[in-house]
């Protein structure tokens, strides 16, 4: 089955600051990687995904990268404030089309602080 | 994006009794839902995959008999904590696709055992 690691496992940067999170997988099947952000006690909520098919997506001050030969993508966030302290997770999953989608496997996740 | 929630956002039962919760897609109909368990710190786990109108896939290791799983519409799934102990205390997450690749997720329930 997929396996996805992630790192780091924290990141403290000062606000304004650039952060990045990088994540590996290993099934060369997959082809859908998304990106969600968690806040304490609430579920992950969606920040940004890619489609094996392109190379990087950016929206406003994130952005992701995809490196299908090497089986890596990161996630880049620049001019970081303070509210986007919280915990990310990057996923990998293969869809093999239609209407029936296979399941997300997530990295461990990362904490990022942001300094004010 | 599309919007799932979920009840209650936390729930306190006493050891032996059980606890249902509820997922349901508030603007999208979902044939496929799924339920996550997340213990502090750690990531999330899929428990099983929840199919509108047949069985649940129940991933290695989840007792499918502790942990019932309905889906009984394409807007809602609920799953069942049976004969609950203090170790089925967890943070437990459900998601549904909508269509698309995108998959969203509810805000999460905190069940507490005691």
């Known amino acids: 089955g997929e396996n996805v690691e992630q790192h780091p496992s924290t990141l403290s940067v000062q606000e304004g600051d650039s952060a990045v999170i990088k994540c590996t997988y290993s099934?060369?099947?997959?082809?859908?990687f998304p990106w969600y952000k968690q806040e304490l006690g609430k579920g992950p909520q969606l920040i940004i995904d890619?489609?094996?098919?392109?190379g990087e997506k950016k929206d406003q001050r994130i952005a992701v990268t995809l490196n299908k030969t090497a089986k890596h993508f990161s996630l880049h966030i620049t001019e970081t404030q303070p509210e986007d302290s919280a915990v990310y997770f990057c996923?990998?999953?293969?869809?093999?089309?239609?209407?029936?989608?296979?399941?997300?496997?997530f990295g461990q996740g990362t904490i990022l602080t942001v300094h004010p | 994006g599309a919007v799932v929630s979920q009840h209650p956002s936390w729930v306190i039962c006493k050891s032996g009794t059980s606890v249902k919760i509820e997922c349901r897609s508030l603007?999208?109909?979902?044939?496929?839902m799924f339920w996550y368990r997340q213990f502090p710190k750690q990531s999330l786990m899929l428990m099983a995959t929840?199919?509108?109108?047949?069985?649940?896939?129940?991933e290695q290791g989840v007792e499918k008999d502790k942990f019932l799983i309905n889906h009984a519409s394409l807007t809602l799934s609920t799953l069942t904590v049976t004969s609950a102990h203090p170790e089925d205390s967890s943070f437990y997450i459900c998601?549904?696709?909508?269509?698309?690749?995108?998959?969203?997720f509810g805000p999460g329930t905190r069940l507490t055992v005691t």
């Open positions: 996923a990998a999953r293969h869809n093999a089309g239609g209407t029936s989608y296979g399941k997300l496997t």
């Open positions: 998601s549904a696709n909508e269509q698309g690749y995108e998959q969203y």
């Open positions: 099934d060369s099947a997959s082809n859908y």
């Open positions: 929840s199919n509108e109108g047949s069985k649940a896939t129940y």
């Open positions: 890619i489609r094996s098919n392109v």
């Open positions: 603007d999208f109909q979902a044939t496929t």
